[in-house]
């Protein structure tokens, strides 16, 4: 009675399956992101952008040129109708906007480098709040709002700075828009990469199958199925007038 050679059960080869016992994850948060640390770290970023701000707008106050009007007694007008000082009160709001972004975002970078979704909305958000705080304490610390009554208190034909203000909103999004793009920068190019898992293999001491199911057959020619069976060696064919045939007869 022969063996059976029907192949022992057992569970198909996963080869991307883990092997068991594999390495932990090198850092806790890895295991999903929107963490609790995460978003801490993210409103903590952008408190930090919104007091900066702070900075921001004491700084434009003291670098923005004035612009000078003058009274006739009767209306207020620019002295130097030709001047550029209002176009430059904006221009300042926007390098300083970019140097601070790019400040902000290389700060972040070094302190953060794995950045993650809830950084970057942090960032964009508190650079964003940081503009608007800027702009804010610079009005506020800057001359008065109230021109006629300025006028009237310096007198007739006497030169006043005028307020403090910015003509074109859109320069608030400077600040944003420079450290988003730098941070991502940044992170793209010297930001951690993700290790990717190699499929375990026979070095992996997992259970190796062949396509027919059946255990792979060791080294030496033997079936591991035993029995009676079992294949023979291969032997090559002998060809007539080859090498390997006995003595011809004359």
Do not use: C, N
Not at 76 to 86: F, H, I, N, R
Not at 105 to 129: D, H, K, N
């Amino acid at each position: 009675m022969s063996a059976s050679q029907t192949p022992p059960p057992g569970p198909p080869y996963d080869p991307w399956q883990a092997a068991p016992g594999g390495p932990p994850p090198a850092h806790p948060e890895d295991e999903g992101p929107g963490t609790g640390a995460e978003i801490r770290r993210a409103a903590l970023v952008g408190l930090g952008l919104v007091v900066a701000g702070v900075l921001m707008g004491l700084l434009w106050l003291w670098l923005a040129p004035r612009v000078p009007l003058v009274s006739d007694g009767k209306i207020v007008y620019l002295k130097d109708s030709e001047g550029e000082q209002a176009i430059g009160t904006d221009g300042v709001f926007v390098l300083l906007g970019l140097g601070f972004g790019l400040v902000s975002a290389a700060v972040v970078f070094l302190v953060q480098r794995r950045g993650g979704v809830p950084l970057v909305v942090g960032l964009t958000v508190g650079a964003l709040l940081g503009s608007v705080v800027a702009w804010r304490v610079g009005v506020w610390l800057g001359p008065t709002q109230d021109v006629v009554a300025h006028a009237r208190a310096v007198g007739q034909d006497v030169t006043f700075d005028a307020p403090l203000e910015l003509r074109a909103k859109g320069v608030l999004l400077a600040w944003p828009l420079a450290a988003v793009a730098l941070h991502l920068l940044l992170t793209g190019v010297f930001g951690p990469r993700e290790a990717v898992p190699f499929p375990p293999g026979p070095w992996a001491g997992g259970p190796q199958w062949t396509s027919a199911g059946a255990p792979p057959r060791p080294a030496g020619g033997s079936d591991p199925r035993g029995g009676e069976d079992a294949p023979p060696p291969y032997a090559p064919p002998q060809q007539p007038g080859g090498q390997g045939q006995g003595p011809q007869r004359g």
